[in-house]
Nanobody
């Protein structure tokens, strides 16, 4: 099982960005997937989660609702996170993870499969 994120960068407030996560070596459509972020010195925060293709549906943290959109391309085994109207508080390392929302980090420890993360800096 492998997850590889890309697309991070240095952005200005108000700009948009799309993060990508390439999944491999598992049946991508069968799993819930989540984007989790960690700001400097802070705890993990799940921002967007999408259920398996058969279950359908997505969920967003209040902090990003209306600005971020999670999506997947099952043909390419790709997970995406569209980030619009970026704010300085969005600065964090963003991780793609095979898990569901809060269940990705019980007691602050990573659970399930995570990528190595991609840095998003808004300044």
């Amino acid at each position: 099982v492998q997850l590889v994120e890309s697309g991070g960068g240095l952005m200005q407030p108000g700009e948009s960005l799309r993060l990508s996560c390439e999944a491999s070596e598992f049946s991508f459509s069968a799993y819930a997937m989540t984007w989790v972020r960690q700001a400097p010195g802070k705890a993990f925060e799940w921002v967007a989660a999408t259920r398996s293709v058969s279950e359908g549906g997505s969920k967003y943290a209040d902090s990003v609702k209306g600005r971020f959109t999670i999506s997947r391309d099952t043909a390419k085994s790709m997970l995406y996170l569209q980030l619009n109207d970026l704010k300085e508080d969005d600065t964090a390392v963003y991780y793609c993870a095979r898990c569901w929302a809060y269940g990705c980090y019980p007691a602050g420890e990573k659970l399930g499969t995570w990528g190595h993360g991609t840095q998003v800096t808004v300044s």
